[in-house]
């Protein structure tokens, strides 16, 4: 029986480019910045619902963790500049990027939280050492480290429900350390509490402060 080598290696050509298309095109999202406008479609037409009301939705509660998070890292990307374009990565190796490639890491906590308390949240931050995932190309690195130059550890410190505001940015309190300190001080320390850090004598500033104490972290750094 003959072998139709042509065709074998026609049909493994084929399945290569078929490969390589596909990777092309489950390649690394590029998000385009949404303006809330953008309505909820079937058929074609508009259901009557946009990407705002979702928005008001799901992301209204900024006291409890998951969006004070964002948020908190949103604020210091405003006072660093660097969110007035593109899209907030999910999972990043480092939370934020301004100019000057300064990779910052962004810890937020707070004593009061969305549910009822018996008493204030005590406050504490993760800071264990991760492996980085790169977004743009879907790979961990293999040295296990943090990966920011440098921390900013943000406190929502308003203890009263009534008036706890957090776009309110006199109800935060910032601190900044460079993550060399971080290491020496902590080691492998996965987390913290705000008196253990506060005992390291990190940068304690105000909104207004925030830029220059990452600069000045930043040297520290390096």
Request: aromatic share 8%.
């Amino acid at each position: 029986m003959l072998h139709d080598h042509h065709g074998t290696r026609y049909a493994a050509d084929v399945a290569e480019c078929s490969s390589i298309e596909l990777t092309n095109r489950l390649g690394s999202l590029v998000t385009a910045p949404k303006s809330g406008d953008e309505p909820f479609t079937q058929q074609g037409q508009s259901i009557g619902s946009d990407l705002r009301q979702f928005w008001r939705r799901a992301c209204s509660d900024l006291i409890g963790n998951a969006q004070r998070g964002v948020l908190a890292e949103y604020i210091v990307g405003l006072a660093l500049g660097c969110v007035a374009d593109g899209v907030r990565v999910e999972w990043d190796a480092s939370d934020l990027l301004p100019e000057g490639g300064i990779r910052v890491e962004v810890k937020s906590s707070a004593y009061l939280q969305s549910w009822k308390q018996k008493r204030v949240s005590t406050i504490s931050f993760g800071i264990q050492p991760t492996n980085g995932w790169d977004a743009t190309t879907n790979t961990i690195a293999a040295q296990r480290k943090r990966q920011a130059d440098v921390y900013v550890f943000c406190v929502f410190k308003q203890t009263d429900r009534a008036t706890a505001d957090p776009l309110d940015l006199d109800q935060w309190d910032f601190y900044v350390m460079s993550t060399q300190r971080l290491n020496s001080t902590f080691g492998e320390q996965k987390s913290i509490v705000l008196s253990s850090l506060l005992s390291h004598d990190p940068v304690e500033c105000s909104f207004s402060g925030l830029a220059s104490a990452v600069q000045a972290a930043a040297r520290d750094q390096s």
